[in-house]
C-alpha cells in the first residue's frame, strides 16, 4: 500500500526535484502526483512500499533540516551584506509583485482599499 511522505503544497520546485533525487539514489520506490484541479488538492511524493516509508521519513527530515539550516545562513549573509532587515525584504517583494504581475498587485491594492472604506463607513455608522 502506498503512503504520502512528501507534500508538494509549499514546495519550491528546486526542493521536490531534490526530494526526487534524495529518494532515487536511496533506491526507494516513489511516484509523483500533481496538484489538483485549480489547485484545490496539493500535489504529493508516494512512497510505494510500506517497508520503505519510515526511512524515506528520515531522510526527508535530515534533508529538510540541512536545508533549513543552508537557507537560513545564506539569508544572514545575503542580510548582513546588504544590510537591509526583514522590511526591506518585504518592500522588494511587493515593488517585484508590482512589476511582474500588474495585474494581481492592483487587484490586491483595490481589496485593501475595499476592506479600508468598509471599515471607516462601519464605524461612522456606530458614532
Known sequence: M????????NASPEEVEAVLALLSDNGIAHYQTPSGVFGLAP??????NDGDYEGARKLIET???TRARRVRAEYA???AASGH???RGTLLNVRRLAT???LQALLYAA????IIVFHVL???ALA
Open 2 to 9: 502506498t503512503k504520502r511522505v512528501y507534500d508538494l503544497a
Open 43 to 48: 500535489g504529493a511524493i508516494w512512497v510505494s
Open 63 to 65: 534533508h529538510d533540516r
Open 77 to 79: 549573509e545575503l542580510a
Open 85 to 87: 532587515g526583514p522590511l
Open 100 to 102: 511582474e504581475r500588474p
Open 111 to 114: 481589496v485593501l482599499v475595499l
Open 122 to 124: 462601519f464605524f461612522r
